[in-house]
């Protein structure tokens, strides 16, 4: 199995065929003596190498000749080589670099920096796997700055998307894979690729309507990286690709606050200018965001820390009503909830009053009143408010906090912020507690009115 660096070495945007690839390893490639395969995959294979000259460590890219010949050799160098004619002209410390290229014999080949044990950002797009907030603003802040001094000379990536971004140990981030790249510049613009090129997830509209692209379309793939970091589900998800290109270029996403509470003021309508339809309402240009998300990581003190909501996913796993849901359904849960704390003696829900939520004690215990007498006592992982989050109906009861308590709030808009299938799952264990609740208030009548 490829790790995800290795398939970031190989990835490439040219709907050619997965071919199989050189059996044996060649001892040296040019004049770099190759060590071990990193991996594999349908452009080539990558090798970790050392210069001799300079003693140094590098990957190699190595483009397998079925590849080029199913392509055909003019076409595929080209693309092959575009890679180190976008990225070769740029130095940045947030810009994986290609150092050389060249041919031995029949085998095209790219010399790349070596990251030792970098991962790509596809597993933290996942709900249970988010960084922390402070970490996803700093990445965004750094590719923002990159992508403005790639721009400002003359590239344009046209591939950003999370398994293109490598984060390293040392939690650097290096944008990489500049296979697609337009290069603007007047020398190399007879070189150039056009048409329907990226990665369809992460088109902007213009890129799908096959326009005349420039530094904004990159924003807005950025735009669509940070929701993913963010919130763990793409902003233009749908069920077939013709529906996510609709999407792309006519409708706008949820807010990232659908679907996350514990963020910044600003953070909405940074992402949001980010994915505007018109690049002319975007960012013009990387720096420029680079601002605003500095304005906002500032603001990061205020929020809640990724420990806190953490310390919430421990709490709603050991409850008897999460078993059974998944990681990613709780942190949807978790970020798309309120919760509430409640001194000793304070007043939940007050008999008479309107409220169409409903309450998980996560810790504490809670008293229910009736016409002024405690009827009875709830405690960790018990719930109460069923008949008002259906009806919105008059409470029928008091409930107050016996001792200190930890309460999740949960009602039809903020259950609307998680996704489908987490909503579904809550609902099905909402009906068989409200059954439950029933049949026992149903058993206890009948003792004290017996048939």
């Known amino acids: ?33 190759v060590l071990d395969e990193m991996g594999r995959g349908s452009m080539g294979v990558v090798y970790s190498a050392r210069d001799p000259f300079s003693n140094r460590m590098v990957a190699l890219k190595v483009a397998h000749q079925d590849q ?24 940045h410390p947030n810009i994986l670099r290609i150092m050389d290229a060249d041919m031995d ?25 988010l960084l922390n907030l402070r970490e996803v603003v700093g990445i965004i802040y750094k590719l923002a700055k990159a992508l403005d001094y790639a721009h400002r000379e003359g590239v344009i990536h046209r591939d950003i998307k999370p398994s293109n971004i490598l984060l390293t140990p040392e939690r650097d981030v290096k944008l990489a894979d500049f296979s697609i790249a337009l290069i603007t510049r007047a020398d190399m613009a007879a070189t150039q690729f056009t048409g329907f090129m990226g990665s369809p997830l992460y088109m902007s509209p213009e890129q799908i309507r096959e326009e005349s692209i420039d530094s904004p379309s990159d924003i807005f793939a950025l735009g669509i990286v940070m929701y993913q970091l963010l919130t763990g589900h793409h902003p233009f998800r749908a ?23 514990d963020l910044p003021e600003g953070i909405n309508y940074t992402v949001g200018r980010m994915l505007k339809k018109l690049p002319s309402q975007r960012y013009a ?15 990061l003190d205020y929020v809640q820390t990724e420990d806190a909501l953490r310390e919430r996913f421990g709490a709603l796993k050991n409850l008897g009503f999460f078993k059974g849901f998944e990681a990613r359904d709780l942190w949807d849960l978790i970020r798309a909830c309120d919760w509430y704390q409640y001194p000793s003696g304070n007043t939940i829900i007050a008999e008479g009053e309107e409220d169409n939520s409903f309450y998980i004690v996560l810790s504490g215990v809670v008293s229910i009143i009736k016409n002024g007498r405690e009827v ?4 960790e992982g018990a719930c109460f408010g069923e008949m008002g989050y259906l009806s919105n109906a008059k409470r029928s009861a008091t409930v107050m906090a016996s001792t200190d308590v930890s309460l999740m709030q949960v009602n039809a808009s903020t259950l609307d912020r998680a996704a489908d299938e987490t909503q579904l799952r809550f609902l099905k264990v909402f009906v068989r507690t409200l059954i439950k609740r029933l049949s026992d208030t149903t058993a206890a009548l009948t003792q004290v009115n017996p048939v």
């Open 1 to 33: 199995m490829l790790r995800s660096y290795e398939r970031l070495c190989l990835s490439a945007n040219t709907g050619g065929p997965s071919l199989e690839f050189m059996s044996t390893r060649p001892s040296k490639i040019g004049k770099y003596e």
């Open 68 to 91: 080029v010949e199913a392509m055909g050799a003019s076409r595929f160098r080209k693309l092959f080589f575009n890679e180190a004619r976008a990225a070769g002209v740029l130095e």
């Open 105 to 129: 014999g029949d085998l095209c080949y790219l010399v790349m920096e070596l990251v030792q044990d970098a991962q790509t950002l596809e597993s933290a797009c996942e709900p249970e796997t």
């Open 239 to 261: 069920s077939s690709l013709g529906a996510v290109y609709s999407k792309i270029t006519s409708e706008d996403p949820p807010a990232v606050t659908d679907f996350r509470r």
């Open 285 to 299: 240009a990387g720096l420029d965001l680079a601002a605003d998300l500095a304005v906002i990581f500032e603001d």
């Open 376 to 379: 009875d006592k709830l405690q």
